[in-house]
């Protein structure tokens, strides 16, 4: 695997609790990703980055924030958790300036909202 | 709505047998991308193709893409228990994101 690890793996939490997920990187790679994977729908982009405080909006990005305050963390904040944001969340990384377009994936956190 | 499609959602084959799994999208594409799920893991890229190839091999794993009909197969040759998986197909429009398919869950029996 990509030295891709995420924070927690699992979390149960209560409806209006803020959530944070952590993705670390050791690879330096330009690009981070976050996606959420749910039955039915595949994988969708809810934000990417670009580089230190360089942030853009995915597919499904209503209900969710993140920051990138250095090149190796990438963060995901639930501010105001709901049941409909229980899924699967897999942080990804790329780094198109070197070495094509692929992108290499954590391990997931499993995210369950009561 | 996804831009790509996968077909089959769900494949079983024996040992041996080849396996092939399609890809369809709406838009157009600068290229192609295939990704293997294990249960409970994250996905692993298997192979890239760019929008002016036609065709690429990479082991057991053939990949075709026909941008005309815009669509792409996947074929993993003489399969083995441990291609058990969910397979992805993800395309990368200039946008420069990937944008990916439901998937293809494949069961391969010993």
């Known amino acids: 695997d990509a030295g891709i690890t995420q924070s927690p793996r699992h979390k149960v939490t209560e409806t209006g609790t803020p959530v944070t997920l952590r993705c670390h990187q050791t690879?330096?790679?330009?690009?981070m990703y976050w996606y959420r994977q749910d039955p039915g729908h595949g994988l969708r982009l809810i934000h990417y980055s670009y580089g230190v405080k360089d942030t853009d909006k995915g597919e499904v990005s209503d209900g969710y924030s993140v920051s990138r305050s250095k090149t190796e963390d990438f963060l995901l904040t639930l501010e105001s958790a709901t049941s409909s944001q229980t899924s699967v969340y897999f942080c990804?990384?790329?780094?198109?300036?070197?070495?094509?377009?692929?992108?290499?994936f954590g391990p997931g956190t499993r995210l369950l909202v009561l | 709505s996804q831009q790509g499609e996968e077909d089959p959602q769900a494949l079983s084959i024996q040992e041996g047998e080849n396996a092939t799994m399609n890809c369809s999208y709406k838009?157009?594409?600068?290229?192609l991308q295939w990704y293997r799920q294990n249960s409970g893991r994250g996905l692993v890229h298997l192979i890239l193709i760019r929008s002016n190839e036609r065709e690429k091999h990479s082991g057991r794993l053939r990949v075709t893409l026909d941008t005309s009909k815009k669509s792409s197969s996947l074929l993993i040759t003489a399969s083995r228990a441990a291609d058990t998986a969910s397979y992805f197909c993800a395309t990368e429009t200039n946008t420069g994101k990937l944008i990916f398919g439901q998937g293809t869950t494949l069961q391969v029996k010993p």
């Open positions: 838009t157009s594409i600068n290229n």
């Open positions: 690879e330096n790679h330009r690009y």
């Open positions: 990804a990384i790329s780094d198109p300036s070197g070495r094509g377009e692929t992108q290499y």
